[in-house]
């Protein structure tokens, strides 16, 4: 591994842990449990795109166990681990289909984001009936991925340009 | 943005559409909240006579309250506070869930098979 590498994964772990702190501080309006702006996302989608899947898919990890053990407790890192394990596979995939745009992948990361914790969530209350929340959980990750999408589209063509 | 992002976007609006739409065609009136913990059941509350209960479970309380054929949870010492900030639900289907509590909280028909009386935790 390149020392650039180690000091691009170190830089990108910290900030995407600095996004998951950022976002408990902004209030969700929505009381629906799973509603997220999910702005760790955007660190995501840019190594993505910048790097490549498998150094996503690590930094994804990272952040997710780090921000879990810090901020939420065992409990919340089983939601945000299911919920970012799913949208990473879906924007994985959708992204070597090569048929999707930056926000599409985006949008794909929002909606299985949130269908992922609401599975976990529906295992862990026993109670399927939390399908009720389906449709604005699947509203939210399309409204959240188009925006995430949008800012992570802007923060890459920076990337490019300033190596 | 390509087509692709387009068609599903629409694709997931849709679907999100078609469920909102079963769930509120079979709607109606409800008759009863069942509250179930870990889901087991836990109490059950008629809609016709407000009524305030504690239910205790074993991450913390929530006090689920009918109030005028609605159903709310007015208190609860849970971390993010999502069940009490939900609005009121009436009709069949509707719930609140408390996820740090594993509580649901259910609007029922008229829930006279569900119980006779409700046995304390």
New interface residues.
């Given amino acids: 591994m390149k020392a650039g590498r180690v000091a691009y994964y170190g830089l990108f772990a910290a900030l995407a842990v600095l996004m998951g702190y950022v976002e408990m501080l902004v209030p969700v309006p929505v ?3 799973g509603v997220k702006l999910g702005l760790a996302n955007v660190v995501v989608i840019v190594i993505l795109y910048y790097m490549d899947a498998r150094s996503a898919f690590f930094i994804s990890l990272v952040r997710v166990i780090l921000c879990g053990l810090l901020f939420a407790g065992f ?1 919340g890192l089983l ?1 945000s681990l299911s919920g970012a394990l799913l949208s990473f596979a879906a924007m994985a995939m ?1 992204k070597k289909t090569g ?3 930056i ?2 992948v985006s ?2 990361g929002g ?1 299985f984001h949130n269908v992922g914790q609401i599975v976990v ?1 529906a295992l ?4 399927v ?8 959980l ?2 939210s ?2 409204v959240t991925g ?1 925006l995430i999408g949008l800012v992570a589209q802007t923060a890459l063509r920076y990337l490019k340009t300033k190596p | 943005m390509k087509k692709a992002d387009i068609f599903l976007a629409a694709g997931a609006l849709a679907v999100a559409a078609g469920v909102y739409l079963f769930y509120s065609a079979g709607a109606e009136a409800g008759g009863g909240a069942e509250v179930t913990v870990d889901g087991k059941s836990a109490a059950f509350l008629p809609l016709n006579e407000n009524d305030s209960i504690r239910i205790e479970t074993p991450q913390g309380y929530n006090i689920v309250a009918v109030q005028d054929g609605t159903v709310m949870v007015t208190d609860a010492d849970c971390r993010d506070q999502i069940c009490v900030e939900h609005k009121k639900i009436s009709r069949t289907g509707e719930t609140i869930v408390c996820l740090p509590h594993k509580l649901v909280v259910e609007i029922t028909g008229d829930g006279s098979a569900a119980f006779d009386t409700v046995v304390g935790q």
Avoid: D, Q, T, W
């Fill in positions: 009381p629906i449990p409990a939601y959708l048929r999707f745009s926000v599409g949008i794909a909606i969530a862990a209350v026993e109670n009936k939390m399908a009720y929340y389906l449709p604005f699947l509203g990750g399309v188009l």
